[in-house]
């Protein structure tokens, strides 16, 4: 049958199968392959709207080593991560890219297609060198392909417990240079590991360290920094939004351009021990709830402050608890909660951990 269709229509139709199903179409014969590796095939390609999310989870605390989960076709894969050296560094991800960056010095950072293995190595930032805590964003144009990384630096005042400079560098793969936005003192705030950039904002949560403005029972904020604005100095704390109750963690997330938070929400009387974990959008300055997950699925997830990893894009959620490689998938639209298949790993040793990413699998997206 395939003799009989043209190579454009062919092209066509094999560009709507999800990824995994294209890489086993380049193996049933030479014509496949060649069609699937043609620069008009990316093209094609192209026009596919999005493909769902993957989730790469990390089966080792050194090594950068796990299994990408596909949601169409409800499989895990063994991939190899190009670049990254181990699984604690920080990493971002949008329409088809990842960014990399090591948690020590911050000064390697890598931009790469998890799928086709394509890398580029992004010269080193200059600014503020070390920081206590970092955040890393990044943030792909679906039509250009030109894409933005977002570093957000704290580090504590020498001497003062309750100041904090903190820093923003951005990348424009267009120009290949780096440019430090903002520079500012934070007083009773520090910057955390969280950021994700919606619609040209960047956003960020920080978190209290006393001594400075007091939100009432909320150890936790968000500031947002518009990257096509030179903010001036003391501007930034202005941004302020309040978290929507009392937060032992939070995860930031860009779903079709919304902001989406997924938290841990802490008791009344003891806000570092985790009761639930809600879902909520960014609306404006306000926070509007979509979801809490069940009680049933809950339990298991542990009591202390920080216990669960989650990411998400396009309109899927992943979480899972860091003690167990059980992974939870709730779908925006249809608001409902879906286990994933089995993780093929299984547990080491009692103290093991697992963290994971997310991201859009594209063929035709390059560093």
């Given at each position: 049958?395939?003799?009989?269709?043209?190579?454009d229509?062919?092209?066509?139709?094999?560009?709507?199968?999800?990824?995994?199903?294209?890489?086993?179409?380049?193996?049933?014969?030479k014509?496949?392959?060649?069609i699937?590796?043609s620069?008009r095939?990316?093209?094609?390609?192209?026009?596919?709207?999005s493909?769902k999310?993957?989730y790469?989870?990390f089966?080792?605390?050194d090594?950068p080593?796990?299994?990408?989960y596909?949601?169409?076709?409800?499989?895990?894969?063994?991939?190899?991560?190009p670049?990254l050296?181990?699984s604690?560094?920080?990493?971002a991800s949008?329409?088809?890219?990842i960014c990399?960056m090591?948690?020590?010095?911050?000064s390697?950072?890598?931009?790469c297609?998890?799928?086709?293995?394509?890398?580029?190595?992004?010269?080193?930032?200059?600014?503020?060198?070390?920081?206590?805590?970092?955040?890393?964003?990044?943030?792909?144009?679906r039509?250009?392909h030109?894409?933005?990384?977002?570093?957000?630096?704290?580090k504590q005042?020498?001497?003062?417990f309750?100041?904090?400079?903190?820093?923003?560098q951005v990348?424009?793969?267009e120009?290949?240079?780096?440019m430090?936005?903002v520079?500012?003192?934070f007083?009773?705030?520090?910057?955390?590991?969280?950021?994700?950039?919606?619609?040209g904002i960047?956003?960020?949560?920080?978190?209290?360290t006393?001594?400075g403005?007091?939100?009432?029972?909320?150890?936790?904020g968000l500031?947002?920094?518009n990257?096509?604005?030179?903010?001036?100095?003391?501007?930034?704390?202005?941004?302020?939004?309040?978290?929507?109750?009392?937060l032992?963690?939070?995860?930031?997330?860009?779903?079709n351009g919304?902001l989406?938070?997924?938290?841990?929400i802490?008791?009344?009387?003891?806000?570092?021990?985790?009761?639930?974990?809600?879902?909520w959008?960014l609306?404006?300055?306000?926070?509007?709830e979509v979801?809490r997950?069940?009680?049933?699925?809950?339990?298991?997830f542990?009591?202390l402050?920080d216990?669960?990893?989650?990411?998400g894009?396009?309109d899927?959620?992943y979480?899972h608890?860091y003690?167990?490689?059980?992974?939870?998938?709730?779908?925006?639209?249809?608001?409902n909660w879906k286990?994933?298949?089995?993780?093929p790993?299984?547990?080491?040793?009692?103290?093991?951990l697992f963290?994971?990413?997310?991201?859009?699998?594209?063929?035709?997206v390059?560093?």
């Open positions: 049958m395939d003799s009989i269709l043209p190579d229509l062919l092209e066509r139709i094999l560009s709507f199968l999800p990824i995994a199903s294209i890489f086993r179409a380049s193996s049933v014969c014509r496949w392959k060649e699937v590796r620069r095939f990316l093209w094609n390609f192209s026009g596919v709207l493909q999310p993957w790469f989870m089966t080792s605390c090594e080593i796990g299994y990408a596909d949601p169409l076709l409800r499989k895990w894969y063994s991939i190899d991560l670049c050296e181990t604690n560094w920080f990493i949008s329409f088809g890219l990399f090591d948690n020590d010095s911050g390697r950072l890598f931009v297609n998890p799928i086709t293995k394509e890398y580029r190595r992004l010269e080193e930032p200059q600014g503020l060198k070390s920081s206590d805590y970092s955040a890393l964003a990044v943030s792909v144009d039509k250009s030109n894409y933005t990384v977002a570093i957000v630096k704290s005042v020498p001497g003062n309750f100041q904090w400079d903190l820093s923003i990348y424009d793969s120009t290949a240079m780096w430090t936005s520079t500012e003192v007083t009773g705030w520090r910057a955390g590991d969280e950021s994700v950039i919606c619609d960047l956003y960020f949560l920080i978190y209290s006393g001594g403005m007091v939100v009432p029972d909320n150890r936790h500031i947002m920094y990257l096509s604005t030179a903010y001036s100095h003391g501007s930034l704390i202005r941004t302020f939004i309040p978290v929507p109750c009392s032992t963690c939070g995860r930031l997330m860009n779903l919304k989406v938070m997924v938290g841990g802490g008791k009344h009387d003891r806000s570092d021990i985790i009761k639930g974990i809600g879902i959008i609306n404006g300055t306000q926070w509007i979801c997950m069940p009680h049933k699925l809950f339990q298991g542990g009591e402050d216990v669960f990893s989650s990411r894009t396009d899927l959620i979480i608890s003690g167990s490689p059980a992974l939870l998938v709730f779908d925006m639209n249809k608001r286990w994933s298949q089995k993780c790993v299984t547990k080491k040793f009692p103290l093991q963290t994971g990413f997310c991201f859009e699998p594209r063929l035709e390059t560093p």
